[in-house]
């Protein structure tokens, strides 16, 4: 797995259980998974020599971010080792413009490419403000993705330089009921299998907050969300676990983004489903028969642990554990900054308000913003 | 953990969960645990040089077996490193004698221990042919135990040398209708939890099998199981997990060995239970408030995987996976060898019969008892 983020350190569980070598490409040697991964080779994702001294003698190589460019996944491809999901699906992942002109036939936003801020700004005219700027690449939790009031924060927002090959693009502002994301796995086999739709929710852009299933969600909404996800799955040839964020307008349900490799909407698999989201993702790269994506429990809530005031996550664990002997914490090794994700909360269950009530506490006293 | 087999393998999933630093004291680069954990130390867990570096920086040292001298674990103390398990209460699963003289409040098979062949002899008098021999120090996996028919049988066993410090101990073979072990974590600060009374089947001397909760247990008899193991925890002193295998005998419980670690017997919490063991004997050895014990469906069945005529256990992955979407698979890294424990399946559920079969089936396929 290139990458050394929490994502390559949660998916060292399902490998070791299953017996699977797993390396990871790690940039340092204190990144997440390079804490815990045995075989951590160090070295850039964006530099060809290491990628290849790295991938030399696996088997498949896969994923923990969208970011190796395809130039050198093609180079890792040619020297006989499997590269899933693959270089061209991938580049739908990696750059938002590819992903809307290769999706054309699904529902989404209306949307652009633009070269200017006259053309934003016609854009914009036709759609009415705010609208969605965004860097075709290179954006992550938030960045590259700014919302637009005026003309005047259009010249703005555009007058940095984009990203290397990234080109701008507009979206219409969706009013949303909510964001739902749809997971499923793929096989090179073509085996697919679909997790129940999640309810998400942002916040400054970072996911925040999972519900699994979301609740409210009538069934033929929830199979068209599915259908969506397993259709676009197949349409770009995706192998692993590929994520749809989603807006639900009340009416209808529109593809936001696509994330194709383990997701944070399906962190609360872990605990919550019968095969995890990390264990699928090595399944189905590894063209096994995929594992049973069955919730085990009506509802999992899982809240992420952002960065705050505490440095030392550890020094809850008394607190948090004594009051909730069924939650399950995920710490990811990661020094503490203020925003950043530096773990999750999931706890599973039947009564959903509960299960907020106890993940929301918990990550808000990992988080400093309450103390008792 | 000092010792690289599967119990510290299983045991790197919730440290690394739990953002908890986990380093591991293997025989080679190539055990179990070693092939999965990024801190591991490569040293003999009887050399006092090589335990003690290894314990240098850690907070606290615990263990994957039972084989460490006490004299090294007080060394290791004497450096203001804590030993969970203490070596004074370790001592009890270490030697056999010693476990049956501290426990002598506790229902337990007719014991003695012996000093030649005609103590023996007299002793199996009393109690009548069979009498099981064992070494009270060094055996594991039905290794170090005999099964006694005759006053020949005795002296055949008994003129092998003892292990080093090890005593002759006799006991009654105990007509039982089944074997049952009963399993508990206990923090310093003394709080316990007691998991579910499982049902164990022993081939060989090795586990074969468990059922968990133990099928048909009358609900008074679970809990004086429960209540017996936790109330040796408290008397010994027991730090972590502690595994007390008993005796069914239709009409009593008999204390049969106590193991101070994760347990085979305890694997099915892995997915059948909210807190598996190995993350609750973490949190033990820790002094953290334990996990909730509690398993998430009425029945888990684990079934080990013996080493058998296939050697590579990976080709059966897409049979038993295919047939079997929501079964577990941990597969341990072992070299197959005919009857080692080279991995177990899970399957978690309500139907027992139904999860039997399932069990069973992929364990015979990984075997190579069955081809289809």
């Keep these: 797995m290139v990458g050394g983020g929490q994502l390559a350190r949660m998916s060292a569980a399902p490998a070791a259980a299953l017996g699977i070598d797993f390396r990871v490409l790690a940039a340092s040697p204190d990144e997440s998974a390079a804490q815990v991964v045995a075989d951590t080779r160090i070295g850039r994702h964006d530099d060809p020599s290491d990628v290849i001294e790295f991938a030399r003698g696996c088997d498949v190589i896969t994923f ?5 460019p395809p130039a050198i996944l093609e ?3 040619a020297l006989g080792v499997a590269v899933r999901p693959g270089p061209s699906a991938l580049f739908h992942a990696q750059d938002k413009a590819h992903m809307r002109r290769a999706l054309s036939g699904f529902p989404a936003p209306r949307w652009d490419v633009v070269t200017g801020v006259q053309d934003a700004i016609d854009f914009a005219h036709d759609v009415g403000y705010p609208i969605i700027l965004k860097t075709s690449r290179g954006g992550y939790d938030g960045r590259g993705v700014w919302r637009i009031e005026s003309a005047a924060d259009l010249a703005a927002a555009m007058s940095v330089p984009l990203p290397l090959g990234a080109e701008w693009l507009v979206e219409e502002c969706v009013s949303f009921v909510r964001e739902l994301a749809a997971q499923v796995a793929r096989s090179p086999s073509g085996q697919s299998v679909a997790y129940p739709v999640v309810q998400t929710t942002q916040i400054n852009g970072i996911c925040a907050e999972v519900i699994a299933p979301a609740g409210d969600l009538a069934d033929d909404r929830a199979v068209e969300a599915q259908r969506l996800a397993l259709d676009i799955a197949a349409s770009l040839g995706v192998t692993g676990m590929l994520a749809v964020e989603m807006f639900d307008t ?3 349900i529109l593809v936001n983004e696509l994330a194709m490799r383990p997701h944070n909407s399906g962190h609360w698999s872990i605990e919550g489903a ?8 090595l399944r189905a790269v590894l ?3 995929l594992g049973a994506p069955t919730p085990i429990a009506p509802y999992s809530v899982m809240v992420n642990i952002l960065g705050g005031d505490v440095p030392n996550l550890y020094s809850a664990f008394r607190h948090v554990m004594a009051r909730d002997p069924r939650l399950h914490v995920h710490l990811y090794g990661k020094e ?8 999750h909360v999931t706890a599973v269950g039947t009564d959903l308000p509960a299960l907020l009530d106890r993940a929301r506490h918990a990550a808000d006293y990992f988080m400093g913003v309450i103390d008792e």
């Design 250 to 252: 009340g009416s209808e």
């Design 274 to 281: 019968v095969t995890s989201q990390f264990e699928n993702h």
């Design 64 to 68: 923990d971010h969208e970011h190796v």
């Design 287 to 289: 063209d096994l028969p």
């Design 75 to 77: 180079q890792v491809e």
């Design 336 to 343: 503490v900054r203020p925003g950043r994700k530096v773990g």
